[in-house]
Protein backbone atom coordinates (compact mmCIF):
# COMPACT_ATOMS: atom_id res chain seq x y z
CA UNK A 1 0.00 0.00 0.00
CA UNK A 2 2.37 2.31 0.97
CA UNK A 3 4.66 2.06 -2.45
CA UNK A 4 1.24 3.26 -4.35
CA UNK A 5 0.60 5.91 -2.22
CA UNK A 6 1.66 9.53 -3.03
CA UNK A 7 3.44 11.76 -0.23
CA UNK A 8 0.15 13.85 -0.12
CA UNK A 9 -1.79 10.81 0.87
CA UNK A 10 0.70 9.60 3.33
CA UNK A 11 0.95 13.15 4.94
CA UNK A 12 -2.76 13.28 5.32
CA UNK A 13 -2.95 9.93 6.87
CA UNK A 14 -0.35 10.52 9.59
CA UNK A 15 -2.06 13.59 9.80
CA UNK A 16 -5.29 12.63 10.51
CA UNK A 17 -3.52 9.31 12.70
CA UNK A 18 -2.34 12.35 15.07
CA UNK A 19 -5.22 14.44 15.73
CA UNK A 20 -8.57 11.90 15.45
CA UNK A 21 -9.37 9.55 18.02
CA UNK A 22 -9.96 5.83 17.04
CA UNK A 23 -13.68 6.86 17.55
CA UNK A 24 -13.35 9.59 15.45
CA UNK A 25 -11.47 7.65 12.95
CA UNK A 26 -14.52 5.27 12.69
CA UNK A 27 -16.95 7.59 12.72
CA UNK A 28 -15.65 9.96 10.02
CA UNK A 29 -14.45 6.70 7.63
CA UNK A 30 -18.27 5.02 7.52
CA UNK A 31 -19.65 8.52 5.93
CA UNK A 32 -22.21 6.41 3.93
CA UNK A 33 -23.91 5.58 6.48
CA UNK A 34 -24.03 9.21 7.98
CA UNK A 35 -26.48 12.24 7.24
CA UNK A 36 -24.56 14.67 6.00
CA UNK A 37 -25.92 18.48 6.36
CA UNK A 38 -24.72 21.59 5.05
CA UNK A 39 -25.28 24.20 7.30
CA UNK A 40 -25.81 27.60 5.66
CA UNK A 41 -23.62 30.00 6.26
CA UNK A 42 -25.67 32.69 5.39
CA UNK A 43 -27.23 31.92 8.66
CA UNK A 44 -24.65 31.59 11.07
CA UNK A 45 -24.82 33.79 14.32
CA UNK A 46 -21.51 35.37 14.26
CA UNK A 47 -19.99 37.17 17.26
CA UNK A 48 -16.74 39.22 17.05
CA UNK A 49 -16.24 39.03 13.45
CA UNK A 50 -17.23 41.10 10.53
CA UNK A 51 -18.46 38.70 7.21
CA UNK A 52 -17.25 39.75 3.73
CA UNK A 53 -18.53 36.85 1.29
CA UNK A 54 -17.30 33.79 3.40
CA UNK A 55 -14.26 35.58 5.06
CA UNK A 56 -14.29 36.11 8.46
CA UNK A 57 -12.58 39.17 10.13
CA UNK A 58 -11.81 38.34 13.54
CA UNK A 59 -12.37 41.69 15.64
CA UNK A 60 -10.69 40.34 18.86
CA UNK A 61 -9.38 36.72 19.60
CA UNK A 62 -12.82 35.48 20.30
CA UNK A 63 -14.18 34.97 17.54
CA UNK A 64 -16.77 32.40 17.01
CA UNK A 65 -19.94 31.22 14.53
CA UNK A 66 -23.04 29.57 15.70
CA UNK A 67 -26.37 27.81 14.73
CA UNK A 68 -29.10 25.27 15.81
CA UNK A 69 -28.22 21.59 14.92
CA UNK A 70 -30.25 20.22 11.90
CA UNK A 71 -33.41 18.40 12.32
CA UNK A 72 -32.10 15.75 11.24
CA UNK A 73 -29.42 15.16 13.57
CA UNK A 74 -31.32 16.07 16.70
CA UNK A 75 -31.73 13.68 19.32
CA UNK A 76 -28.71 11.64 18.42
CA UNK A 77 -25.48 10.72 20.22
CA UNK A 78 -23.08 11.42 17.77
CA UNK A 79 -22.59 14.82 16.24
CA UNK A 80 -19.75 15.17 13.41
CA UNK A 81 -18.35 18.57 12.45
CA UNK A 82 -16.47 18.94 9.30
CA UNK A 83 -15.62 22.55 9.31
CA UNK A 84 -13.31 23.05 5.14
CA UNK A 85 -11.61 26.85 6.11
CA UNK A 86 -8.53 28.49 5.39
CA UNK A 87 -6.53 30.58 7.63
CA UNK A 88 -2.81 32.25 8.03
CA UNK A 89 -1.87 31.26 11.35
CA UNK A 90 -1.65 27.41 13.18
CA UNK A 91 -3.30 26.80 16.42
CA UNK A 92 -6.17 26.02 17.85
CA UNK A 93 -9.67 25.63 16.77
CA UNK A 94 -12.61 25.19 19.79
CA UNK A 95 -16.25 23.67 19.30
CA UNK A 96 -18.69 24.09 22.23
CA UNK A 97 -22.17 22.63 22.11
CA UNK A 98 -25.04 22.73 24.32
CA UNK A 99 -28.42 21.18 24.89
CA UNK A 100 -31.21 23.82 25.06
CA UNK A 101 -31.34 26.21 28.42
CA UNK A 102 -27.96 25.84 28.63
CA UNK A 103 -24.87 28.28 28.21
CA UNK A 104 -21.85 27.27 26.49
CA UNK A 105 -18.85 26.13 28.43
CA UNK A 106 -15.49 25.17 28.50
CA UNK A 107 -16.70 21.56 30.25
CA UNK A 108 -18.82 20.99 26.89
CA UNK A 109 -16.24 22.07 24.51
CA UNK A 110 -13.53 20.25 22.56
CA UNK A 111 -10.74 21.90 21.85
CA UNK A 112 -7.95 20.90 18.75
CA UNK A 113 -4.79 22.53 17.34
CA UNK A 114 -4.19 22.78 13.31
CA UNK A 115 -1.97 24.11 10.61
CA UNK A 116 -2.25 26.96 8.87
CA UNK A 117 -3.46 27.41 5.25
CA UNK A 118 -6.00 25.31 4.25
CA UNK A 119 -7.07 22.55 6.93
CA UNK A 120 -10.71 20.12 6.72
CA UNK A 121 -10.84 20.10 11.05
CA UNK A 122 -12.95 17.28 12.49
CA UNK A 123 -14.97 17.05 15.63
CA UNK A 124 -16.86 14.40 17.29
CA UNK A 125 -19.47 15.59 20.27
CA UNK A 126 -20.30 12.41 22.22
CA UNK A 127 -23.86 13.95 24.20
CA UNK A 128 -27.25 13.59 23.84
CA UNK A 129 -29.68 15.96 23.13
CA UNK A 130 -27.83 18.91 21.62
CA UNK A 131 -29.44 21.55 20.26
CA UNK A 132 -26.71 24.55 19.24
CA UNK A 133 -22.93 24.36 17.99
CA UNK A 134 -20.19 26.96 18.28
CA UNK A 135 -17.62 26.71 16.27
CA UNK A 136 -14.20 29.24 17.21
CA UNK A 137 -12.11 28.85 14.23
CA UNK A 138 -8.75 30.65 15.32
CA UNK A 139 -7.55 32.08 18.90
CA UNK A 140 -5.91 35.03 16.84
CA UNK A 141 -6.97 38.58 15.36
CA UNK A 142 -6.94 37.35 11.52
CA UNK A 143 -9.19 36.78 8.45
CA UNK A 144 -10.54 33.43 8.45
CA UNK A 145 -11.97 31.85 5.30
CA UNK A 146 -14.83 29.48 5.71
CA UNK A 147 -15.48 27.02 2.61
CA UNK A 148 -18.17 25.35 4.15
CA UNK A 149 -19.88 24.01 7.25
CA UNK A 150 -20.89 20.15 7.73
CA UNK A 151 -22.87 18.15 10.60
CA UNK A 152 -23.09 14.35 10.44
CA UNK A 153 -24.95 12.20 12.20
CA UNK A 154 -25.77 8.50 12.04
CA UNK A 155 -29.30 7.77 10.89
CA UNK A 156 -31.62 6.68 13.47
Do not use: W
Request: hydrophobic share 35%; net charge negative; proline share 1%.
Amino acid sequence: YIRDTTNSQLEKYFLDFHLFTEEERVFFNNREKLNINAVDLNILNITNAIKDKNIYKAQNNDMHLSFKIPDECLNRKNIGLEIDLTRDFGGFAQVFYKRTNENFSERNSIKKNFKDGRVNIKFLVNMDNLYNIRIDPTEKIEDVEIHNINVLCEDK
